[in-house]
């Protein structure tokens, strides 16, 4: 699906008439509507963007993950709903399954980490945080589930995962991370487990007054652990950080934006959706003073 700027800004004017800052993000009853699955929420020059799979219409697996869309708001109220902006289908590289993604920005590009067959991660880059755009590479760069790339303060740049549906180092499912190089495109090294305990999937990174958060899925519920440095061995982990979501296997994100943070996920209960049907969301995520996270509630109808 694309959309016209005048569909966009429509959606974007409907949304704040009807003062909708509640969950989910989108309402099937939007114009343009999508299933906005795995939020990988980046904020980029003091704007938030999400960017997710896509669930179809139909779906009664995840085989027709195929393209991906972007949600973005500068208040965390009105959404701008951009619709699909990449389909990797085009590149003649990238076929299969399209599930979770991320999206990090350097040195004047926007990197799209994206998955096909599952595990293979190709990239592609823009000049602007909604695209358009262009193939990166012509192959994976690497193997591993649910990719996700931060830059650090210092500007190295880090690729996270884990080894679900991947033979990499040590028997089960782990944690891992390794380093990218400069041109955001290469790993710098081997990938490095960084948790003692397997893990099933969704692994999430972020960085918040010095210390590196790793969150995953285990089982059904998402957890999470911390670390004083980006490849640790082994993160300490500090316990349920968010209960199963509903009629979905979770993927979450954190971000900072204008003094609060900010917990995203996904959810099937909503918007007629299923297991394979699923709508972004995001709540309020507070810390302790020691640093540990108060677990996530779920809420729907937010004001």
């Not at 896509?54 to 991906?68: G, N």
């Not at 599952?118 to 358009?132: E, L, M, W």
């Not at 996920?265 to 297991?275: A, E, I, K, L």
Request: charged share 25%; hydrophobic share 35%; proline share 6%.
């Amino acid at each position: 699906m694309s959309m016209d700027k005048t569909g966009i800004f429509f959606i974007l004017v409907m949304m704040g008439f009807y003062g909708m800052a509640q969950n989910p993000i989108l309402h099937k009853t939007d114009p343009g509507f999508v299933y906005a699955a795995d939020p990988a929420a980046e904020v980029f020059n003091d704007t938030v963007y999400v960017y997710s799979s896509r669930d179809v219409e139909d779906a009664v697996s995840y085989k027709t993950m195929q393209d991906y869309v972007v949600l973005e708001s500068s208040d965390m109220k009105t959404w701008v709903n951009h619709g699909v902006v990449l389909k990797p289908r085009e590149y003649d590289w990238a076929h299969g399954q399209m599930n979770a993604p991320d999206v990090a920005y350097k040195d004047g590009w926007y990197y799209f980490y994206f998955p096909y067959d599952k595990t293979h991660i190709g990239v592609a880059k823009s000049r602007n945080p909604t695209g358009p755009w262009e193939a990166a590479v012509t192959d994976k760069i690497t193997t591993i589930f649910d990719p996700c790339v931060i830059v650090d303060d210092d500007g190295q740049a880090y690729i996270y995962g884990n080894d679900h549906k991947v033979d990499i180092g040590d028997p089960g499912w782990h944690i891992m991370g390794a380093k990218l190089k400069d041109n955001m495109v290469e790993l710098d090294g081997p990938w490095e487990r960084l948790s003692e305990e397997t893990v099933s999937e969704a692994v999430h990174v972020f960085k918040r007054k010095g210390v590196y958060y790793f969150q995953a899925r285990v089982g059904p519920v998402t957890k999470y652990w911390m670390a004083d440095s980006p490849l640790p061995k082994y993160a300490t982990l500090k316990g349920e950080l968010a209960p199963d979501a509903p009629k979905a296997p979770n993927h979450t994100s954190v971000i900072a934006f204008k003094g609060e943070w900010y917990f995203f996920y996904h959810r099937g209960d909503v918007n007629d959706g299923s297991f394979h049907k699923r709508s972004a969301c995001f709540e309020k995520m507070t810390f302790r003073e020691d640093g540990t996270i108060e677990p996530i509630i779920y809420t729907l109808d937010k004001d």
